[in-house]
Protein backbone atom coordinates (compact mmCIF):
# COMPACT_ATOMS: atom_id res chain seq x y z
CA UNK A 1 0.00 0.00 0.00
CA UNK A 2 1.52 3.39 -0.85
CA UNK A 3 1.70 5.60 2.21
CA UNK A 4 0.65 8.84 2.77
CA UNK A 5 -2.15 8.79 0.46
CA UNK A 6 -2.27 12.44 0.74
CA UNK A 7 0.98 14.28 1.45
CA UNK A 8 0.83 17.79 3.16
CA UNK A 9 3.03 20.82 2.58
CA UNK A 10 1.52 23.24 4.57
CA UNK A 11 2.15 24.54 8.21
CA UNK A 12 -0.19 22.60 10.25
CA UNK A 13 -1.33 23.93 14.06
CA UNK A 14 -2.34 22.43 17.26
CA UNK A 15 -0.44 19.69 16.52
CA UNK A 16 1.48 16.93 19.17
CA UNK A 17 5.01 16.84 20.03
CA UNK A 18 5.97 13.40 20.21
CA UNK A 19 9.13 12.92 22.29
CA UNK A 20 10.14 10.16 20.43
CA UNK A 21 9.87 10.24 16.38
CA UNK A 22 10.68 6.98 14.94
CA UNK A 23 8.15 5.42 17.37
CA UNK A 24 5.17 7.91 15.96
CA UNK A 25 6.57 6.93 12.63
CA UNK A 26 6.42 3.06 13.23
CA UNK A 27 2.64 3.95 14.97
CA UNK A 28 1.34 5.49 11.58
CA UNK A 29 2.42 2.69 9.38
CA UNK A 30 0.91 0.04 11.63
CA UNK A 31 -2.64 2.46 11.71
CA UNK A 32 -2.23 2.50 7.82
CA UNK A 33 -2.46 -1.23 7.20
CA UNK A 34 -5.78 -1.35 9.86
CA UNK A 35 -8.71 -2.00 8.35
CA UNK A 36 -11.25 1.12 7.41
CA UNK A 37 -13.41 2.21 10.08
CA UNK A 38 -16.53 3.40 7.64
CA UNK A 39 -16.43 2.96 3.97
CA UNK A 40 -15.90 5.33 0.95
CA UNK A 41 -20.22 4.34 -0.15
CA UNK A 42 -21.37 5.30 3.12
CA UNK A 43 -19.36 8.85 3.10
CA UNK A 44 -20.64 9.59 -0.19
CA UNK A 45 -24.40 8.63 0.61
CA UNK A 46 -24.06 11.24 3.83
CA UNK A 47 -22.88 13.52 0.79
CA UNK A 48 -26.49 13.23 -0.55
CA UNK A 49 -28.45 13.53 2.78
CA UNK A 50 -26.38 16.86 3.13
CA UNK A 51 -27.46 17.76 -0.05
CA UNK A 52 -30.79 17.61 0.71
CA UNK A 53 -30.20 19.45 3.74
CA UNK A 54 -28.28 22.27 1.56
CA UNK A 55 -31.80 22.21 -0.66
CA UNK A 56 -33.81 22.50 2.65
CA UNK A 57 -35.48 19.48 2.62
CA UNK A 58 -34.16 17.58 6.03
CA UNK A 59 -32.24 19.07 9.02
CA UNK A 60 -29.29 17.82 10.73
CA UNK A 61 -28.52 16.57 14.42
CA UNK A 62 -24.82 16.38 15.00
CA UNK A 63 -23.92 15.87 18.52
CA UNK A 64 -21.80 13.62 21.36
CA UNK A 65 -19.45 14.22 24.01
CA UNK A 66 -16.95 17.39 23.40
CA UNK A 67 -14.02 15.28 24.07
CA UNK A 68 -14.44 11.32 24.18
CA UNK A 69 -12.49 9.51 26.70
CA UNK A 70 -11.07 5.48 26.11
CA UNK A 71 -13.11 4.87 29.34
CA UNK A 72 -16.34 6.05 27.71
CA UNK A 73 -16.19 3.46 24.68
CA UNK A 74 -18.24 0.88 26.80
CA UNK A 75 -21.44 -0.46 26.02
CA UNK A 76 -23.55 1.98 28.78
CA UNK A 77 -22.01 4.62 28.31
CA UNK A 78 -22.42 4.38 23.95
CA UNK A 79 -26.17 3.02 24.93
CA UNK A 80 -27.08 6.22 26.87
CA UNK A 81 -25.66 8.35 24.11
CA UNK A 82 -27.07 6.68 21.44
CA UNK A 83 -30.58 6.82 23.24
CA UNK A 84 -30.54 10.54 23.70
CA UNK A 85 -29.84 11.19 20.10
CA UNK A 86 -32.64 8.55 18.88
CA UNK A 87 -35.06 10.55 21.40
CA UNK A 88 -34.21 14.12 20.35
CA UNK A 89 -34.50 12.88 16.86
CA UNK A 90 -37.44 11.62 17.47
CA UNK A 91 -38.91 14.79 19.00
CA UNK A 92 -37.56 16.89 16.14
CA UNK A 93 -38.94 14.05 13.42
CA UNK A 94 -42.34 14.07 15.02
CA UNK A 95 -42.70 17.56 15.95
CA UNK A 96 -40.94 19.85 13.86
CA UNK A 97 -42.19 16.96 10.25
CA UNK A 98 -38.61 17.03 9.06
CA UNK A 99 -36.62 14.27 8.06
CA UNK A 100 -33.65 13.80 10.40
CA UNK A 101 -29.81 13.75 9.56
CA UNK A 102 -28.73 11.88 12.66
CA UNK A 103 -24.33 12.42 12.89
CA UNK A 104 -22.85 11.43 16.20
CA UNK A 105 -19.57 13.47 17.37
CA UNK A 106 -18.29 10.11 18.45
CA UNK A 107 -16.17 7.28 17.42
CA UNK A 108 -13.17 9.40 17.10
CA UNK A 109 -13.52 12.50 18.77
CA UNK A 110 -10.51 12.46 20.63
CA UNK A 111 -8.02 15.16 19.89
CA UNK A 112 -8.67 18.95 21.09
CA UNK A 113 -7.23 21.90 20.09
CA UNK A 114 -6.04 24.26 23.49
CA UNK A 115 -6.20 28.08 23.31
CA UNK A 116 -2.73 27.52 25.83
CA UNK A 117 -0.14 24.53 25.39
CA UNK A 118 0.70 24.16 28.95
CA UNK A 119 -1.93 24.32 32.27
CA UNK A 120 -0.59 25.86 35.64
CA UNK A 121 -1.85 24.64 38.76
CA UNK A 122 -0.29 25.65 42.30
CA UNK A 123 2.37 26.76 40.46
CA UNK A 124 2.94 23.71 38.63
CA UNK A 125 3.39 23.66 34.40
CA UNK A 126 2.56 20.73 32.81
CA UNK A 127 1.05 20.27 28.86
CA UNK A 128 -2.12 20.70 28.27
CA UNK A 129 -4.61 18.21 28.12
CA UNK A 130 -4.81 17.48 24.52
CA UNK A 131 -7.36 14.52 24.17
CA UNK A 132 -7.20 10.53 24.93
CA UNK A 133 -5.47 10.10 21.40
CA UNK A 134 -2.16 12.27 22.25
CA UNK A 135 -2.15 12.76 26.40
CA UNK A 136 -3.73 11.88 29.50
CA UNK A 137 -6.03 13.91 31.85
CA UNK A 138 -4.60 13.23 35.32
CA UNK A 139 -2.43 16.64 35.92
CA UNK A 140 1.01 14.25 35.95
CA UNK A 141 3.98 14.62 34.01
CA UNK A 142 3.87 11.07 33.20
CA UNK A 143 0.12 11.10 31.82
CA UNK A 144 0.33 14.65 30.23
CA UNK A 145 3.43 13.22 27.98
CA UNK A 146 2.69 12.98 24.50
CA UNK A 147 2.27 9.50 23.55
CA UNK A 148 2.09 8.09 20.21
CA UNK A 149 0.64 4.75 21.31
CA UNK A 150 -2.31 6.14 22.03
CA UNK A 151 -3.36 6.71 18.35
CA UNK A 152 -3.51 3.21 18.05
CA UNK A 153 -6.20 2.61 21.38
CA UNK A 154 -8.19 5.84 19.97
CA UNK A 155 -8.35 3.82 16.42
CA UNK A 156 -9.49 0.25 18.44
CA UNK A 157 -11.96 2.57 20.67
CA UNK A 158 -13.36 3.71 17.76
CA UNK A 159 -13.66 0.60 16.13
CA UNK A 160 -15.83 -0.77 19.47
CA UNK A 161 -17.53 2.36 19.56
CA UNK A 162 -19.03 2.15 16.09
CA UNK A 163 -19.73 -1.37 15.93
CA UNK A 164 -21.95 -0.88 18.91
CA UNK A 165 -23.67 2.13 17.44
CA UNK A 166 -23.70 0.06 14.17
CA UNK A 167 -25.24 -2.80 15.97
CA UNK A 168 -28.04 -0.32 18.44
CA UNK A 169 -29.26 1.51 15.00
CA UNK A 170 -29.98 -1.43 12.56
CA UNK A 171 -30.29 -4.24 15.26
CA UNK A 172 -33.34 -3.82 16.28
CA UNK A 173 -32.86 -1.61 19.04
CA UNK A 174 -33.61 1.74 17.35
CA UNK A 175 -36.44 0.31 15.91
CA UNK A 176 -39.32 3.03 16.18
CA UNK A 177 -41.79 0.71 18.04
CA UNK A 178 -39.26 1.03 20.63
CA UNK A 179 -40.11 4.42 21.50
CA UNK A 180 -40.94 4.27 25.13
CA UNK A 181 -37.70 1.86 25.82
CA UNK A 182 -35.09 4.28 24.89
CA UNK A 183 -37.06 6.60 27.89
CA UNK A 184 -37.00 3.60 30.32
CA UNK A 185 -33.78 3.66 32.18
CA UNK A 186 -34.88 7.70 32.59
CA UNK A 187 -35.65 9.68 35.02
CA UNK A 188 -39.43 9.26 34.10
CA UNK A 189 -40.13 11.98 36.40
CA UNK A 190 -38.40 14.38 35.27
CA UNK A 191 -40.36 17.06 33.36
CA UNK A 192 -38.34 16.45 29.79
CA UNK A 193 -38.66 12.81 30.32
CA UNK A 194 -42.63 13.15 31.06
CA UNK A 195 -43.44 15.02 28.20
CA UNK A 196 -41.21 12.31 26.06
CA UNK A 197 -43.74 10.14 27.44
CA UNK A 198 -46.68 11.72 25.97
CA UNK A 199 -44.83 12.04 22.54
CA UNK A 200 -44.07 8.54 22.62
CA UNK A 201 -47.94 7.81 22.93
CA UNK A 202 -48.57 9.79 20.01
CA UNK A 203 -46.07 8.00 17.72
CA UNK A 204 -47.51 4.89 19.14
CA UNK A 205 -50.88 5.59 18.11
CA UNK A 206 -49.70 6.70 14.50
CA UNK A 207 -47.77 3.55 14.16
CA UNK A 208 -51.27 1.27 15.44
CA UNK A 209 -52.97 3.63 12.55
CA UNK A 210 -50.39 2.53 9.73
CA UNK A 211 -50.54 -1.02 10.85
CA UNK A 212 -54.40 -1.19 10.58
CA UNK A 213 -54.34 0.53 6.80
CA UNK A 214 -51.53 -2.30 6.04
CA UNK A 215 -48.99 1.09 5.61
CA UNK A 216 -46.01 -0.39 8.34
CA UNK A 217 -42.61 0.34 6.20
CA UNK A 218 -39.81 -1.32 6.95
CA UNK A 219 -37.91 1.69 7.11
CA UNK A 220 -39.29 2.14 10.70
CA UNK A 221 -37.13 -0.51 12.40
CA UNK A 222 -33.62 0.97 11.90
CA UNK A 223 -32.02 4.28 11.21
CA UNK A 224 -29.44 5.89 9.49
CA UNK A 225 -26.69 6.76 11.59
CA UNK A 226 -23.17 8.13 10.73
CA UNK A 227 -20.13 9.15 13.04
CA UNK A 228 -18.13 12.54 13.01
CA UNK A 229 -15.18 14.37 14.40
CA UNK A 230 -12.71 17.10 14.45
CA UNK A 231 -9.81 16.08 11.69
CA UNK A 232 -7.24 17.69 14.13
CA UNK A 233 -4.78 15.00 14.60
CA UNK A 234 -3.29 14.74 11.09
CA UNK A 235 -0.86 11.81 11.56
CA UNK A 236 -4.09 9.93 12.53
CA UNK A 237 -5.97 11.02 9.87
CA UNK A 238 -3.52 10.91 6.88
CA UNK A 239 -2.74 7.39 7.95
CA UNK A 240 -6.80 5.94 7.66
CA UNK A 241 -6.98 7.83 4.49
CA UNK A 242 -7.34 5.61 1.70
CA UNK A 243 -7.81 4.96 -2.07
CA UNK A 244 -11.49 4.07 -2.84
CA UNK A 245 -11.25 1.26 -5.36
CA UNK A 246 -14.93 2.12 -6.80
CA UNK A 247 -13.90 5.52 -8.01
CA UNK A 248 -9.66 5.59 -7.30
CA UNK A 249 -10.33 8.80 -4.91
CA UNK A 250 -9.27 9.18 -1.52
CA UNK A 251 -11.49 8.95 1.82
CA UNK A 252 -10.92 9.74 5.10
CA UNK A 253 -12.61 6.19 6.31
CA UNK A 254 -11.68 7.27 10.03
CA UNK A 255 -15.46 9.10 10.15
CA UNK A 256 -17.98 9.56 7.53
CA UNK A 257 -17.98 13.41 8.47
CA UNK A 258 -14.85 15.53 9.13
CA UNK A 259 -14.85 19.22 10.15
CA UNK A 260 -12.06 21.44 10.54
CA UNK A 261 -11.97 23.58 13.70
CA UNK A 262 -12.10 27.23 14.83
CA UNK A 263 -8.43 27.23 15.26
CA UNK A 264 -7.22 25.24 12.91
CA UNK A 265 -9.46 26.97 9.50
CA UNK A 266 -6.33 29.14 8.22
CA UNK A 267 -7.07 28.81 4.56
CA UNK A 268 -3.04 28.39 3.93
CA UNK A 269 -2.82 25.47 7.01
CA UNK A 270 -2.86 21.88 6.68
CA UNK A 271 -6.31 21.19 8.00
CA UNK A 272 -7.39 23.20 5.13
CA UNK A 273 -5.62 21.21 2.51
CA UNK A 274 -6.29 18.15 4.14
CA UNK A 275 -9.73 18.52 4.18
CA UNK A 276 -9.87 20.01 0.52
CA UNK A 277 -7.75 16.29 -0.65
CA UNK A 278 -10.91 14.32 0.93
CA UNK A 279 -13.86 12.92 -0.82
CA UNK A 280 -15.61 13.08 2.88
CA UNK A 281 -18.56 15.46 3.36
CA UNK A 282 -17.08 18.26 5.29
CA UNK A 283 -17.41 21.09 7.80
CA UNK A 284 -16.08 24.14 8.88
CA UNK A 285 -16.35 25.96 12.32
CA UNK A 286 -16.90 29.53 11.81
CA UNK A 287 -16.70 31.82 14.77
CA UNK A 288 -17.21 35.31 15.70
CA UNK A 289 -13.53 36.45 13.97
CA UNK A 290 -14.48 34.92 10.46
CA UNK A 291 -14.83 37.58 7.99
CA UNK A 292 -16.59 37.78 4.34
CA UNK A 293 -13.68 37.09 2.95
CA UNK A 294 -12.41 34.31 4.85
CA UNK A 295 -15.87 32.28 4.72
CA UNK A 296 -15.95 33.16 0.86
CA UNK A 297 -12.38 31.75 0.36
CA UNK A 298 -12.85 28.70 2.43
CA UNK A 299 -15.59 27.83 0.04
CA UNK A 300 -13.82 27.96 -3.29
CA UNK A 301 -10.91 26.27 -1.99
CA UNK A 302 -13.19 23.01 -0.41
CA UNK A 303 -15.98 23.17 -2.64
CA UNK A 304 -14.52 24.26 -6.10
CA UNK A 305 -17.04 21.93 -7.92
CA UNK A 306 -19.69 23.95 -6.00
CA UNK A 307 -21.47 20.05 -5.18
CA UNK A 308 -24.14 20.05 -3.08
CA UNK A 309 -23.78 18.22 0.34
CA UNK A 310 -19.90 18.33 0.34
CA UNK A 311 -19.10 21.84 2.39
CA UNK A 312 -21.02 21.96 5.90
CA UNK A 313 -20.48 25.62 7.61
CA UNK A 314 -21.04 25.33 11.36
CA UNK A 315 -21.40 28.63 12.83
CA UNK A 316 -20.39 29.31 16.69
CA UNK A 317 -20.99 33.18 17.03
CA UNK A 318 -22.77 33.04 20.73
CA UNK A 319 -26.29 34.41 21.38
CA UNK A 320 -25.68 38.09 21.41
CA UNK A 321 -23.77 38.16 18.32
CA UNK A 322 -25.62 35.90 15.71
CA UNK A 323 -27.61 38.57 14.83
CA UNK A 324 -25.91 40.62 13.61
CA UNK A 325 -22.80 38.10 12.45
CA UNK A 326 -24.30 35.69 10.52
CA UNK A 327 -26.42 38.32 8.04
CA UNK A 328 -23.12 39.46 6.01
CA UNK A 329 -21.74 35.78 6.46
CA UNK A 330 -24.45 34.39 4.47
CA UNK A 331 -24.73 37.47 1.80
CA UNK A 332 -21.17 36.38 1.06
CA UNK A 333 -22.03 32.70 0.80
CA UNK A 334 -24.88 33.75 -0.92
CA UNK A 335 -22.62 35.62 -3.53
CA UNK A 336 -20.69 32.66 -4.20
CA UNK A 337 -23.57 30.44 -5.41
CA UNK A 338 -22.28 27.55 -3.73
CA UNK A 339 -24.55 25.20 -2.04
CA UNK A 340 -23.72 24.60 1.57
CA UNK A 341 -25.50 22.87 4.45
CA UNK A 342 -25.79 25.61 7.88
CA UNK A 343 -25.46 24.40 11.22
CA UNK A 344 -25.69 25.99 14.20
CA UNK A 345 -23.17 25.07 17.17
CA UNK A 346 -25.06 26.86 19.98
CA UNK A 347 -22.32 25.67 22.24
CA UNK A 348 -19.19 27.26 21.72
CA UNK A 349 -19.77 30.77 21.34
CA UNK A 350 -21.77 30.87 24.60
CA UNK A 351 -19.38 28.81 27.21
CA UNK A 352 -18.52 31.13 30.66
CA UNK A 353 -16.83 30.08 33.91
CA UNK A 354 -18.96 29.82 36.79
CA UNK A 355 -18.07 31.50 40.46
CA UNK A 356 -17.33 28.36 41.48
CA UNK A 357 -14.76 28.02 38.51
CA UNK A 358 -16.24 25.58 36.50
CA UNK A 359 -16.47 26.47 32.73
CA UNK A 360 -20.52 26.15 31.73
CA UNK A 361 -23.31 27.02 29.81
CA UNK A 362 -26.67 28.14 30.21
CA UNK A 363 -28.81 26.26 28.45
CA UNK A 364 -31.15 29.75 27.93
CA UNK A 365 -28.18 31.16 25.59
CA UNK A 366 -27.79 27.68 23.80
CA UNK A 367 -31.83 28.08 22.73
CA UNK A 368 -31.09 32.09 22.23
CA UNK A 369 -28.51 31.47 19.46
CA UNK A 370 -30.74 28.53 17.83
CA UNK A 371 -33.54 30.83 17.72
CA UNK A 372 -31.40 33.37 15.89
CA UNK A 373 -30.44 31.49 13.62
CA UNK A 374 -33.86 30.50 12.31
CA UNK A 375 -34.58 34.07 12.40
CA UNK A 376 -31.87 34.78 10.55
CA UNK A 377 -31.82 32.37 8.15
CA UNK A 378 -35.64 33.08 7.39
CA UNK A 379 -35.21 36.21 6.47
CA UNK A 380 -32.51 35.77 4.31
CA UNK A 381 -34.67 33.40 2.36
CA UNK A 382 -31.60 30.48 3.53
CA UNK A 383 -32.35 26.63 5.26
CA UNK A 384 -31.64 26.57 8.78
CA UNK A 385 -29.90 23.15 8.41
CA UNK A 386 -29.51 21.56 11.74
CA UNK A 387 -27.35 22.07 14.84
CA UNK A 388 -24.74 20.26 16.21
CA UNK A 389 -23.86 20.10 20.29
CA UNK A 390 -22.29 18.53 23.05
CA UNK A 391 -24.07 16.58 25.33
CA UNK A 392 -23.68 13.18 27.27
CA UNK A 393 -26.37 10.36 27.98
CA UNK A 394 -26.01 10.83 31.41
CA UNK A 395 -27.06 12.83 34.25
CA UNK A 396 -23.90 15.14 34.88
CA UNK A 397 -24.25 18.94 36.30
CA UNK A 398 -22.13 20.68 33.18
CA UNK A 399 -24.40 23.42 31.77
CA UNK A 400 -27.08 25.42 34.43
CA UNK A 401 -30.90 25.64 33.60
CA UNK A 402 -32.97 22.92 32.06
CA UNK A 403 -36.63 22.20 33.03
CA UNK A 404 -35.02 19.57 35.81
CA UNK A 405 -32.84 23.10 36.88
CA UNK A 406 -29.53 22.66 37.47
CA UNK A 407 -28.38 26.45 39.51
CA UNK A 408 -24.52 27.15 39.04
CA UNK A 409 -24.13 26.28 43.03
CA UNK A 410 -25.42 22.10 41.51
CA UNK A 411 -21.96 22.32 39.12
CA UNK A 412 -19.52 20.97 41.20
CA UNK A 413 -22.01 17.24 41.62
CA UNK A 414 -21.49 15.37 38.56
CA UNK A 415 -18.84 17.80 36.92
CA UNK A 416 -17.32 14.97 34.80
CA UNK A 417 -16.79 16.50 31.26
CA UNK A 418 -12.56 15.88 29.94
CA UNK A 419 -12.61 18.99 28.09
CA UNK A 420 -16.08 21.66 27.58
CA UNK A 421 -19.44 20.74 29.55
CA UNK A 422 -22.05 19.11 27.96
CA UNK A 423 -25.78 19.23 28.66
CA UNK A 424 -26.79 16.57 30.06
CA UNK A 425 -29.97 14.07 28.80
CA UNK A 426 -32.76 16.41 29.95
CA UNK A 427 -31.60 19.04 29.13
CA UNK A 428 -30.88 17.99 25.43
CA UNK A 429 -34.47 16.62 25.42
CA UNK A 430 -35.49 20.11 26.79
CA UNK A 431 -33.12 21.28 23.72
CA UNK A 432 -35.22 18.88 21.63
CA UNK A 433 -38.86 19.89 22.16
CA UNK A 434 -37.98 23.80 22.03
CA UNK A 435 -36.24 23.86 18.82
CA UNK A 436 -39.32 21.39 16.83
CA UNK A 437 -41.07 24.00 17.94
CA UNK A 438 -39.36 27.44 16.72
CA UNK A 439 -38.51 25.29 13.73
CA UNK A 440 -42.26 24.36 12.83
CA UNK A 441 -43.76 27.98 13.58
CA UNK A 442 -40.99 29.45 11.37
CA UNK A 443 -42.73 32.06 9.39
CA UNK A 444 -42.66 31.50 5.55
C1 LIG B 1 -15.29 21.65 19.61
O1 LIG B 1 -16.17 21.42 18.75
O2 LIG B 1 -15.15 20.98 20.65
C2 LIG B 1 -14.41 22.81 19.40
C3 LIG B 1 -13.19 22.87 19.91
O3 LIG B 1 -15.01 23.75 18.67
P1 LIG B 1 -14.42 25.05 17.94
O4 LIG B 1 -13.39 24.57 16.97
O5 LIG B 1 -15.66 25.60 17.26
O6 LIG B 1 -13.90 25.96 19.01
CO1 LIG C 1 -16.13 21.49 22.71
Avoid at 193 to 198: D, I, T, V
Avoid at 390 to 395: A, K, M
Amino acid sequence: MRYPVVTLSSPAAQQPDWPDPAMAAAVVTELAGLPPLVFAGECDQLRERLAAVSRGEAFVLQGGDCAETFAGANADAVRAKLQTILQMAVVLTYGASVPVVKIGRLAGQFAKPRSRPTEIRDGVELPAYRGDAINGFDFTPQARAHDPARMLRAYHCAAVTLNLCRAFTTGGYADLHQVHAWNRDFVRNSPSGQRYERLAGEIDRALSFMRACGAESDELRSVEFYSSHEALLLPYEQALTRIDSRTGLAYDVSAHFLWIGERTRALEGAHVEFAASIRNPIGVKIGPEATADEVRALIRRLNPDREPGRLTLITRLGADAIRTLLPPLIKAVQEEDSPVAWICDPMHGNTFEAPSGHKTRRLADVLDEVQGFFEVHRSAGTHPGGIHIEFTGDNVTECVGGSHEINPADLHQRYETACDPRLNRGQALDLAFTVAESYRTLPG
